[in-house]
């Protein structure tokens, strides 16, 4: 059974991206804007609070992973496999391998996927959540646009 106060976080993580995060105003709302909105639109005020630390969490420490190998092979841990099935594993690793994904930021999409807290964790939670990274960074465009291409792919595809 899934706890629908998890699946809000993400609900939440995805209005705020939609609506504010990737528009071109400059500079991004503070904390205290985001929350105002948020609570307007009707999200609970304790799936905000959580929403937007793991938005804090985007510039977070994540674990430093030296790009020095590139060809390195990623063993996770069994907390990590517990947590993320294989397919969400495979995906991962495989945006890594058609360069979507560098090291870091592979790291950076597990750890953020591991602070949502959901019971289960699929490929369109996975796709948001790279979105979101990609778009946290600087210099990634070529990266975020393919990586958008990926979502919406589905989503286009269901409209026809």
Known sequence: MKDPMNDNVL???IYLFENYLESDVV??????VLREELEHAGFAESG???????LEGLSGDAPQVSDAHTRS?????????ARLAPEVR???????????LSNQQ???????LLALEAEEIDIEQV???????????????QAYQRM???VFEGQSDALH
């Not at 592979?106 to 953020?112: T, Y």
């Open 48 to 54: 905000i609070e959580r929403a937007l630390e793991w």
């Open 27 to 32: 500079p991004q709302p503070s904390r205290d």
């Open 73 to 81: 092979f990623r063993v996770f841990s069994g907390y990590e496999q």
């Open 106 to 112: 592979r790291e950076l999409v597990i750890d953020r």
């Open 90 to 100: 495979g995906y991962i690793l495989q945006l890594e391998n058609i360069g979507i």
């Open 127 to 141: 796709k948001w959540v790279v979105l979101m990274v990609l778009f946290s960074q600087p210099g990634q465009e």
């Open 11 to 13: 609900d939440i993580l």
């Open 148 to 150: 958008e291409d990926l």
